[in-house]
Protein backbone atom coordinates (compact mmCIF):
# COMPACT_ATOMS: atom_id res chain seq x y z
CA UNK A 1 0.00 0.00 0.00
CA UNK A 2 1.42 3.68 -0.62
CA UNK A 3 0.13 6.56 0.79
CA UNK A 4 0.42 10.01 -0.89
CA UNK A 5 3.21 12.00 0.23
CA UNK A 6 5.34 9.03 1.44
CA UNK A 7 8.07 7.50 -0.65
CA UNK A 8 7.90 4.14 0.97
CA UNK A 9 5.58 1.66 0.12
CA UNK A 10 3.37 0.08 3.12
CA UNK A 11 3.39 -3.88 2.90
CA UNK A 12 0.04 -5.35 4.59
CA UNK A 13 -0.19 -8.48 6.75
CA UNK A 14 -3.22 -10.39 8.38
CA UNK A 15 -2.73 -8.70 11.52
CA UNK A 16 -3.22 -5.23 9.62
CA UNK A 17 -7.06 -6.20 8.86
CA UNK A 18 -10.06 -5.66 11.01
CA UNK A 19 -12.65 -8.23 9.69
CA UNK A 20 -16.76 -7.23 9.90
CA UNK A 21 -17.85 -6.17 13.48
CA UNK A 22 -14.78 -4.70 14.51
CA UNK A 23 -14.29 -1.55 15.77
CA UNK A 24 -11.31 0.92 17.13
CA UNK A 25 -10.73 2.40 19.75
CA UNK A 26 -8.60 5.20 21.57
CA UNK A 27 -6.88 6.28 17.76
CA UNK A 28 -6.75 9.82 16.56
CA UNK A 29 -6.83 8.68 13.03
CA UNK A 30 -7.15 5.63 10.93
CA UNK A 31 -6.06 5.23 7.03
CA UNK A 32 -7.98 2.31 5.53
CA UNK A 33 -8.79 0.32 2.84
CA UNK A 34 -12.19 -1.69 2.20
CA UNK A 35 -11.29 -4.96 1.05
CA UNK A 36 -14.20 -7.47 -0.68
CA UNK A 37 -13.04 -11.34 -0.74
CA UNK A 38 -16.76 -13.04 -1.84
CA UNK A 39 -19.49 -14.59 0.13
CA UNK A 40 -17.76 -18.01 -0.04
CA UNK A 41 -14.86 -16.78 3.23
CA UNK A 42 -15.25 -18.39 6.53
CA UNK A 43 -16.70 -15.05 8.17
CA UNK A 44 -19.40 -14.96 5.67
CA UNK A 45 -20.48 -18.29 6.39
CA UNK A 46 -20.47 -17.52 9.66
CA UNK A 47 -22.44 -14.75 9.72
CA UNK A 48 -25.69 -16.35 9.18
CA UNK A 49 -28.81 -16.06 11.66
CA UNK A 50 -28.90 -18.66 14.54
CA UNK A 51 -32.15 -21.33 13.92
CA UNK A 52 -35.01 -21.15 15.77
CA UNK A 53 -35.56 -23.47 17.73
CA UNK A 54 -38.96 -24.68 19.53
CA UNK A 55 -39.32 -26.92 22.88
CA UNK A 56 -41.12 -30.04 22.76
CA UNK A 57 -43.84 -28.03 24.90
CA UNK A 58 -43.71 -25.56 22.63
CA UNK A 59 -44.32 -27.97 18.95
CA UNK A 60 -47.37 -29.64 20.98
CA UNK A 61 -48.92 -26.42 22.18
CA UNK A 62 -48.62 -25.06 18.57
CA UNK A 63 -50.79 -28.63 17.22
CA UNK A 64 -53.00 -28.04 20.05
CA UNK A 65 -53.68 -24.83 19.30
CA UNK A 66 -54.63 -25.49 15.24
CA UNK A 67 -56.44 -28.70 16.49
CA UNK A 68 -58.80 -26.60 18.19
CA UNK A 69 -58.76 -24.00 14.76
CA UNK A 70 -59.58 -26.68 13.09
CA UNK A 71 -62.59 -28.01 15.86
CA UNK A 72 -64.29 -24.63 15.65
CA UNK A 73 -64.38 -24.02 11.60
CA UNK A 74 -66.02 -27.42 11.44
CA UNK A 75 -68.96 -26.69 14.68
CA UNK A 76 -69.52 -23.27 12.67
CA UNK A 77 -70.19 -25.13 9.68
CA UNK A 78 -71.71 -27.59 11.09
CA UNK A 79 -74.25 -24.91 13.27
CA UNK A 80 -74.61 -22.55 9.65
CA UNK A 81 -76.10 -25.80 8.03
CA UNK A 82 -78.41 -26.47 10.76
CA UNK A 83 -79.55 -23.14 11.39
CA UNK A 84 -80.08 -22.69 8.16
CA UNK A 85 -82.25 -26.02 7.70
CA UNK A 86 -84.13 -24.67 10.82
CA UNK A 87 -84.47 -21.49 9.21
CA UNK A 88 -85.67 -22.80 5.89
CA UNK A 89 -88.44 -25.80 8.02
CA UNK A 90 -89.55 -23.43 11.18
CA UNK A 91 -89.05 -19.96 10.43
CA UNK A 92 -93.02 -19.90 9.24
CA UNK A 93 -94.34 -21.35 12.32
CA UNK A 94 -92.63 -19.31 14.45
CA UNK A 95 -91.84 -15.35 13.43
CA UNK A 96 -90.72 -14.06 16.43
CA UNK A 97 -87.22 -16.48 16.31
Partial sequence: MKIDGMKDKIS???ENFL???SSLRQTDW??????FTGH????????TGA????SRIE????????FIFALQC????IAMVMGT??????SATMPYL
Fill in 12 to 14: LSY
Fill in 19 to 21: LRG
Fill in 30 to 35: VVGMAT
Fill in 40 to 47: HTRIMKNS
Fill in 51 to 54: RTKF
Fill in 59 to 66: KQTNMQIL
Fill in 74 to 77: VLCL
Fill in 85 to 90: FWRKHY
